[in-house]
């Protein structure tokens, strides 16, 4: 089996994509490595500085030295970012979190994507991994992250589903934020369309290319 080490931005990411493993590709050795200061300072700043890029060239030499086989983040509003740490450590495979399931989109057939996030910054970096003959359609459910980081579960799904009935004329919808994973059979339900997430693509990407 495989070494993976699994860098978060976010304090809400590792739950999904361990139980993504857990459920498609158990018996793996997991390291979670976290900063979830990330986030907030690009929350903060409004956009990605070299400083950042340094930050995760770190914490990826971190991940590295212990003999990982493979490195998968877990936040999408660092595209250009991972891409300077895949440049580097390559040809060990070094995975933005979204590239699976853009990849399963693409397989798909589906032209109009809607786009649902609940971190504003995903927007202006995951939307230009899609080509450009993909009409993305993004969707910010406002108020569920903060739901989220106070703990309260259920309205950060209530309020992901309801901003998620805004997408109900593109042809699937993608979920932007490993914590969104959960919330997927509930915007299946109301929207009727199919849902991709980003722990589920990711860990089968992952599993073709080591397995």
């Known amino acids: 089996m495989a070494r993976i080490t699994l860098i978060h931005a976010l304090r809400h990411s590792p739950p999904p994509i361990e139980a993504a493993f857990a459920r498609l590709w158990p018996g793996n050795t997991l390291m979670n490595l976290m900063d979830d200061s990330l986030s907030a300072d690009l929350?903060?700043?409004?956009?990605?500085?070299?400083?950042?890029?340094?930050?995760?060239?770190?914490?990826?030499?971190?991940?590295?030295?212990?003999?990982?086989?493979a490195i998968l983040f877990t936040c999408?509003?660092?595209?250009?970012?991972?891409?300077?740490v895949a440049a580097e450590h390559a040809p060990m495979p070094v995975l933005k979190p979204n590239e699976a399931m853009i990849e399963e989109i693409l397989a798909s057939g589906a032209k109009k994507v809607g786009l649902l996030v609940t971190f504003q910054g995903t927007i202006p970096s995951m939307t230009p991994e899609f080509p450009a003959d993909i009409e993305v359609v993004p969707c910010v459910a406002e108020g569920a992250l903060a739901a989220l980081d106070a703990g309260d579960v259920a309205t950060h799904d209530r309020l992901a589903t309801e901003a998620s009935l805004k997408l109900k004329d593109c042809d699937v919808i993608a979920l932007g934020q490993f914590s969104l994973a959960h919330v997927a059979p509930m915007v299946a339900a109301a929207t009727g369309k199919r849902v991709f997430t980003t722990p589920d693509s990711a860990v089968r990407k992952l599993q073709k290319l080591l397995a």
């Open 76 to 84: 999408s509003a660092f595209g250009p970012c991972i891409e300077a």
């Open 43 to 69: 929350a903060r700043q409004g956009k990605l500085t070299p400083e950042m890029t340094q930050r995760f060239r770190t914490l990826s030499d971190y991940a590295t030295g212990t003999g990982s086989d």
